[in-house]
């Protein structure tokens, strides 16, 4: 199994609601990311989860708050988003942190009305 | 900070060479990545380079000078399928990878 699996694969929601994208992988990879993709620019790295702790945060606002249940699940929680969030979240897994080729998966297409 | 270089657009015609150049400034340099991205897809690996040189997979083949900072891609025989972005990336210590704004590669017939 090759696969960095993502659900939802499209959710809108409003800015009072809170959902959950999660991601998953059985590869055994010990680094789970996530980035943010906005049409026609490339990934922006949100969070490094480095052996399911927290090891990067690039000054993230609060109303993204990352989860890693175990070594093969990755959540990311949203709560009071605004439109401008409305992006691809892509989430990627490599082998050991900061090294090798990173395995995407198809993303999840978030649009906040 | 990081500041990474790619053309925006190139257009190549059907069974030529392209090359996408991709031009550096980091501290921390670990390696350099190439992926592949079509519209409304993931990216997907297309290579890794540590050290000087050219390495060949196939029809893309990717070169790196860490002295100048510089790497490119070569798509040789295009084919309409490798219309796409092509994103560099720069592999770095600080355990992540910052990707350039990618290259639009359009194929014509």
């Known amino acids: 199994d090759t696969e960095v699996t993502q659900t939802p694969k499209h959710l809108v929601m409003g800015m009072t609601n809170k959902k959950s994208l999660k991601c998953e992988q059985h590869?055994?990879?010990?680094?789970m990311y996530w980035y943010k993709q906005k049409a026609k620019k490339p990934p922006e790295l949100m969070f490094v989860y480095s052996y399911e702790k927290l090891s990067i945060n690039e000054s993230v606002p609060s109303r993204f708050s990352p989860e890693c249940p175990n070594s093969s699940l990755l959540n990311l929680h949203l709560h009071a988003l605004q439109p401008e969030d409305s992006a691809l979240y892509l989430c990627?897994?490599?082998?050991?942190?900061?090294?090798?080729?990173?395995?995407f998966g198809e993303g999840s297409r978030l649009t906040v009305l | 900070g990081q500041n990474i270089d790619q053309p925006t657009e190139m257009t190549a015609t059907e069974g030529a060479i392209v090359q996408i150049n991709c031009t550096y400034q980091?501290?921390?340099?670990?390696?350099l990545f190439w992926y592949q991205q079509h519209a409304g897809e993931a990216p997907t690996f297309l290579s890794y380079?540590?050290?000087?040189g050219l390495e060949e997979k196939g029809r893309f083949s990717s070169f790196l000078s860490r002295s100048k900072g510089y790497s490119y891609l070569l798509l040789k025989e295009l084919q309409m399928k490798d219309s796409a972005s092509y994103l560099c990336a720069v592999d770095t210590n600080a355990g992540k990878s910052t990707f350039g704004d990618g290259t639009t590669l359009t194929v014509k017939p």
């Open positions: 380079n540590v050290l000087d």
């Open positions: 980091t501290s921390g340099f670990n390696g």
């Open positions: 590869m055994g990879h010990r680094a």
């Open positions: 990627a897994s490599s082998q050991e942190p900061s090294t090798g080729e990173l395995f």
